[in-house]
Nanobody, 122 residues
Framework: QVQLVESGGGLVQPGGSLRLSCAASGLTLDDYAIGWFRQAPGKEREGVSGISSSDGSTYYADSVKGRFTISRDNAKNTVYLQMNSLKFEDTAVYYC???????????????WGQGTPVTVSS
């Protein structure tokens, strides 16, 4: 069965870094558009970053542009989100998702992981 598992979240101080991983089984990530989303308490789930299946094009929300980097390791069937210069407002549960098309809408994705929490606090 299809499974996406996020890992790498945790507590970090402002200005620090984390690398999130999304490991897939039951599907080949390179065949899908992959999105990273996050949901903070009291807020809607929002798109953070994405990577296309065709040419590996990457996309970033304005709020994280220049600080986050999405990448894919096909041999490991894993997608990463490198997060640098973390801010308080980055605190959220982070999810990876796989779908047919790259999209900023959570509704356009077919498969989801369970999420990994990231807390940025001093």
């Amino acid at each position: 069965q299809v499974q996406l598992v996020e890992s790498g979240g945790g507590l970090v101080q402002p200005g620090g870094s984390l690398r999130l991983s999304c490991a897939a089984s039951g599907l080949t990530l390179d065949d899908y558009a992959i999105g990273w989303f996050r949901q903070a308490p009291g807020k809607e789930r929002e798109g953070v970053s994405g990577i296309s299946s065709s040419d590996g094009s990457t996309y970033y929300a304005d709020s994280v542009k220049g600080r986050f980097t999405i990448s894919r390791d096909n041999a490991k069937n894993t997608v990463y989100l490198q997060m640098n210069s973390l801010k308080f407002e980055d605190t959220a549960v982070y999810y990876c998702a796989a779908g047919t098309w790259s999209s900023w809408s959570p509704n356009d994705y077919d498969y989801w992981g369970q999420g990994t929490p990231v807390t940025v606090s001093s």
